[in-house]
């Protein structure tokens, strides 16, 4: 900077040249450090430091007059904005997924992990491939668990109006079969917590009471009707078998 004595000694117009001169060199400093702070985002990522980067160069650039941010460069321009909008439609699907939450058995649950599964199919496969793999396992995740329940809600449904049956023994045990499966799988913790995880369970000891006192009025009806005795223990063997089976805990009720 020039000092007051060294300025008494200048003329006026020299002073102002000087001064014009110090002015342009700072408008060219700043004009270079917006495009420093483009250059410096790179590739975009969906962290923390990337955000910061590219929050450091809008700032920057905000922070010129309309007529320095004529000199920075339109391509420079259109890489920041396009590295801002693509952090942004990042982040805008993140947070569908963040907002599936706890799987429940709900059509609420279900709304909120297709509203990530069309988010994210949505996006270019530049795009994705930007989310972070934590996310779209986390996702994905979700949609398996909850359509697992599904299956099994569906295949407890399916056992039907229950009678004294092979047919009735065999949905009852395959309806089981998926309970157990999915208690095995969902029953510890997951990458969600699934909130129903007993789902169908009720639904399912009512099918097995119902089988077995089918088998019960079945067997009175075949001593009633003197059936041989060799016949009746053999039945009585199976359906005590069978209820054991259904009700080891005594849950029968």
């Known amino acids: 900077s020039v000092s007051q004595t060294q300025k008494d000694k200048i003329t006026a117009e020299t002073l102002e040249k000087l001064v014009n001169a110090e002015k342009k060199i700072a408008d060219i400093e700043a004009v270079n450090n917006v495009i420093a702070k483009i250059n ?13 980067k590219i929050d450091a160069a809008k700032d920057a650039y905000n922070a010129l007059s309309a007529e320095l941010k004529q000199n920075v460069p339109a391509e420079k321009i259109t890489a920041m904005n396009t590295a801002d909008e693509t952090y942004n439609t990042v982040d805008g699907v993140v947070n569908i997924i963040n907002a599936i939450g ?6 609420d649950s279900k709304a909120k992990i297709d509203a990530a599964l069309d988010a994210f199919e949505e996006l270019s496969q530049e795009l994705q491939a930007i989310v972070p793999t934590a996310k779209v396992t986390a996702m994905n995740t979700a949609n398996t668990t909850y359509n697992t329940i599904e299956e099994l809600v569906t295949t407890i449904d399916g056992i039907g109006e229950v009678t004294y049956t092979l047919n009735s023994k065999e949905k009852i045990d395959n309806a089981q079969l998926k309970f157990d499966q999915f208690q095995s799988t969902f029953g510890a913790s997951t990458t969600f917590n699934v909130v129903n995880k007993n789902v169908g369970e009720e639904n399912l000891q009512k ?15 075949k001593v009633l009707a003197g059936a041989s005795e060799d016949e009746i223990k053999a039945e009585v063997k199976t359906i005590r078998d069978t209820i054991d089976a259904y009700f080891a805990n005594n849950d029968y009720s």
Not at 102 to 107: G, I, P
Not at 208 to 220: L, M, T
């Open 207 to 221: 099918a097995k009471v119902q089988y077995s006192e089918a088998a019960i009025r079945d067997v009175n009806s």
């Open 102 to 107: 706890d799987v429940e058995y709900t059509l």
């Open 40 to 52: 410096a985002i790179g590739k975009v990522a969906y962290t923390d430091g990337c955000k910061a």
